[in-house]
């Protein structure tokens, strides 16, 4: 199975909204709707803050937002905030019941 | 409160086994749908998802490491073994370890992660 696509970068500034895709196949992404997102700040784990494509934990956030069209997720970040700096994996559940991640997205708040 | 906690050897020598403890509290893993993974992820890298056991003692393993791969658990000490063979310069990352919960196909809490170096 090969890994997730995302784009490397994306940027923005201190109150847009970014959308980040996570691209995959229909053994993966297309496949079920198990898609989770996860925001990772250097040296520390990733924290997960989208699950099953559009839920979020409690704690997490009603700026981040996820959803799914075919074989790409995509994960949204409204009023985009300088702690939301960080790299970011979506990782999908697939039909041969295993995981897999994404190549990742660094955030860059201008 | 949930913690997980990975331990075992911070540098190994090309060729040998890495084996891997994931000590955990907070859940219980003979608990109906819970599971513990494990990712790892190398420096500057992106994660790559190792291998994941369930309450039901059954397991998956990433398929480009399968043959090199084992998980166990000894749910007695709350503890999730991995181990991975024939170790190489290119198996250098952190390795994690992580709670998939009963109601999630996520993984909802990680291990701090212990990094480990391949080198003679």
């Known amino acids: 199975q090969s890994a997730l696509t995302q784009p490397a970068s994306v940027s923005g500034s201190p109150g847009q909204s970014i959308t980040i895709s996570c691209t995959g196949t229909s053994s993966d992404v297309g496949g079920y709707n198990f898609v989770s997102w996860y925001q990772q700040h250097p040296g520390k784990a990733p924290k997960i803050i989208i699950y099953e494509v559009t839920n979020r934990p409690p704690w997490v956030s009603h700026r981040f937002s996820g959803s799914k069209s075919g074989n790409t997720a995509s994960l949204t970040i409204s009023g985009l905030q300088t702690e939301d700096e960080a790299d970011y994996f979506c990782s999908s559940y697939t039909t041969s019941s295993t995981y897999v991640f994404a190549t990742g997205t660094k955030v860059t708040v201008l | 409160q949930i913690t997980l906690k990975e331990s075992g050897p911070t540098l190994v020598k090309p060729t040998q086994t890495l084996t891997l403890t994931c000590t955990f509290s907070?859940?219980?893993?003979?608990?109906?749908?819970?599971?513990v993974g494990w990712i790892r992820q190398p420096p500057g890298k992106a994660p790559e998802w190792l291998a994941l056991?369930?309450?039901?003692?059954?397991?998956r393993y990433s398929p480009s490491l399968n043959n090199r791969l084992t998980i166990t658990t000894d749910t007695s000490k709350n503890q999730v073994v991995l181990r991975l063979t024939d170790m190489d310069p290119v198996d250098t990352a952190t390795y994690f370890c992580?709670?998939?919960?009963?109601?999630?196909?996520?993984?909802?809490?990680w291990g701090q992660g212990t990094l480990v170096t391949v080198s003679s």
């Open positions: 907070g859940f219980s893993l003979s608990t109906s749908g819970v599971g």
């Open positions: 056991i369930f309450w039901d003692d059954e397991k």
């Open positions: 992580a709670h998939r919960p009963a109601y999630s196909y996520g993984f909802w809490n």
